[in-house]
T-cell receptor, first 114, second 112 residues
Framework: NAGVTQTPKFQVLKTGQSMTLQCAQD?????MSWYRQDPGMGLRLIHYSVGAGITDQGEVPNGYNVSRSTTEDFPLRLLSAAPSQTSVYFC?????????????FGPGTRLTVT | ELKVEQNPLFLSMQEGKNYTIYCNYS?????LYWYRQDPGKSLESLFV?????AVKQEGRLMASLDTKARLSTLHITAAVHDLSATYFCAVDIKAAGNKLTFGGGTRVLVKP
């Protein structure tokens, strides 16, 4: 299994540009999430999904859109990038089973908005 | 709103000595996680604590959970240089699905 994969690894955008960060998992996990990590801080939840077709907002959703059309993929869209969105983005997944606790994190995407 | 606080924010350790990182959270939670993060890397899972009094140990690291005090500790025994990293605790609530709330992290530097 590849686990949780994210592309690209690095990206530089100009203010106002749009882009999509890709996240995929091959473990058939129901739950998927996007977090951002700013320097010297913990991760903050942007959006999450409990299954295909179901998404909800996390702590810092403004400026980001998500959709979940398949179990495997959970892309994060920046519609109009702003310097405040410069951050490292992590995708995570987990099984929905009651006794399944382990969260699996992707390698991250480092985004710079100039 | 669930809040998670870690202290200290930075810990300079001497090799061979023992240290503790504290993680306090504000409301009842179902699971507490500890992660390690090396610079430029993703998060590595260390422990998941599920119930009051839970204690888990792996090598020089031991984590415990007191749900009544809403406190978890990560104890480092006889620190070694390889343990230099940033350590995060995180909590979630079963009913909230995959929503983890993280502490701000403790940056650990182990000096010879």
């Amino acid at each position: 299994n590849a686990g949780v994969t994210q592309t690209p690894k690095f990206q530089v955008l100009k203010t106002g540009q749009s882009m999509t960060l890709q996240c995929a998992q091959d473990m058939n996990h129901e739950y998927m999430s996007w977090y951002r990590q700013d320097p010297g801080m913990g991760l903050r939840l942007i959006h999450y999904s409990v299954g295909a077709g179901i998404t909800d907002q996390g702590e810092v959703p403004n400026g980001y859109n998500v959709s979940r059309s398949t179990t495997e993929d959970f892309p994060l869209r920046l519609l109009s990038a702003a310097p405040s969105q410069t951050s490292v983005y992590f995708c995570a997944s987990r099984q929905a089973a009651v006794f399944s606790y382990e969260q699996y994190f992707g390698p991250g995407t480092r985004l710079t908005v100039t | 709103e669930l809040k998670v606080e870690q202290n200290p924010l930075f810990l300079s350790m001497q090799e061979g000595k023992n240290y503790t990182i504290y993680c306090n959270y504000s409301t009842t939670s179902d699971r507490l996680y500890w992660y390690r993060q090396d610079p430029g890397k993703s998060l590595e899972s260390l422990f998941v604590l599920l119930s009051n009094g839970a204690v888990k140990q792996e090598g020089r690291l031991m984590a415990s959970l007191d749900t009544k005090a809403r406190l978890s500790t990560l104890h480092i025994t006889a620190a070694v240089h390889d343990l230099s990293a940033t350590y995060f605790c995180a909590v979630d609530i079963k009913a909230a699905g995959n929503k983890l709330t993280f502490g701000g992290g403790t940056r650990v530097l182990v000096k010879p």
